[in-house]
């Protein structure tokens, strides 16, 4: 058996950002500076604005998303509710208008009932069934002047 090694190969192109010998340039040093605003600069709607940093920006659209969502949380429970509380008042008129048309439909039956018994009660009470109806006609009648008089 032969020991194989691997093979390893180097390529030859420099990377982006490396010198041809293959080292990293060195960085630019960085360093922090300080400047102080002046005091008519500091003033007014800037100073609001420079009080403000991007984290508490960030904070406050956060806080303001979840007010939002919060509250229309609330508005959407408060709305299902109402109509829960709706669809159950419709439903007790609906049983209220069942019942009175029921009793409505009872009396009905008991009247229907009275009219067409009532021929028979008069007759055991010796009643005479009528003749045709009659009417009368007062178109063109004049009262007797001595009538009112008499009062």
């Known amino acids: 058996m032969s ?6 190969t180097r390529s030859r192109s420099s990377a ?3 010198g041809a ?4 340039p060195s960085r630019p040093q960085l360093s922090v500076s300080s400047t102080r605003r002046s005091q008519t ?24 998303a979840l007010v939002f969502l919060g509250a229309s949380l609330v508005g959407s429970l408060l709305l299902r509710t109402q109509m829960v509380e709706d669809s159950f008042a419709i439903t007790d008129v609906q049983q209220s208008i069942g019942r009175l048309t029921q009793d409505v439909q009872e009396d009905q039956t008991k009247l229907d009932g009275l009219k ?10 010796g009643m005479v069934p009528g003749s045709d109806a009659l009417t009368v006609d007062l178109k063109g009648y004049k009262a007797p002047a ?5 009062h």
């Open 41 to 64: 600069e500091s003033k007014g709607m800037g100073d609001m604005f420079a009080a403000i940093r991007p984290s508490r920006v960030r904070l406050v659209h956060f806080v303001c």
């Open 21 to 24: 010998d293959g080292r990293t």
């Open 116 to 125: 067409a018994s009532l021929p028979e009660k008069a007759q055991k009470l």
């Open 146 to 150: 001595d009538v009112g008089a008499q």
């Open 3 to 8: 020991s194989a090694s691997p093979r390893v």
């Open 16 to 18: 982006p950002g490396r």
